[in-house]
């Protein structure tokens, strides 16, 4: 149980810190809030192949539920649609919402088929 909790809170730190730089490397490039569905799309498909690999399950707890979980964000991703719908940027507003949507579901369906396809011993689950 100990282990299983630090196994979360290493991904996790790790996780916290990359989303970290992330935001300050956007924030930089004028690339505000859109690195927010980058950090989406790329941690729904880190633990899409996450779920189909044959890890240990301190390894899933590390990398899938403390590194993507401090790594991927709705929360954020909800305030900014907020923000940009109080400043009537409705389309931009939409097109975020798909992008992240969209992007995020593609990046776990297709990482889950594609590490399942490489661990075809798997099976169906």
């Keep these: 149980m100990v282990s299983d909790a630090l196994a979360v809170a290493c991904g996790a730190v790790c996780g916290a810190l990359a989303r970290h730089n992330l935001a300050l490397i956007a924030t930089q490039h004028a690339l505000?809030?859109?690195?927010i569905a980058g950090i989406n799309t790329v941690g729904s498909g880190v633990l899409g192949a996450v779920a189909a690999a044959p890890l240990p399950p301190a390894a899933k707890l590390c990398v899938g539920v403390g590194a993507c979980g401090a790594?991927?964000?709705?929360?954020?991703?909800?305030?900014?649609?907020?923000?940009?719908?109080e400043?009537?940027?409705?389309?931009k507003a939409a097109a975020y919402v798909g992008v992240n949507n969209v992007g995020?579901?593609?990046?776990?369906?297709?990482?889950?088929?594609l590490a399942k396809g490489l661990y075809p011993k798997l099976g169906k689950r």
Excluded: C, N, R
């Design 32 to 35: 505000a809030p859109w690195h």
């Design 87 to 91: 400043a009537e940027q409705f389309a």
């Design 71 to 85: 790594f991927t964000t709705f929360s954020t991703f909800s305030m900014d649609v907020v923000t940009m719908i």
């Design 104 to 113: 995020s579901v593609g990046a776990a369906l297709g990482s889950y088929k």
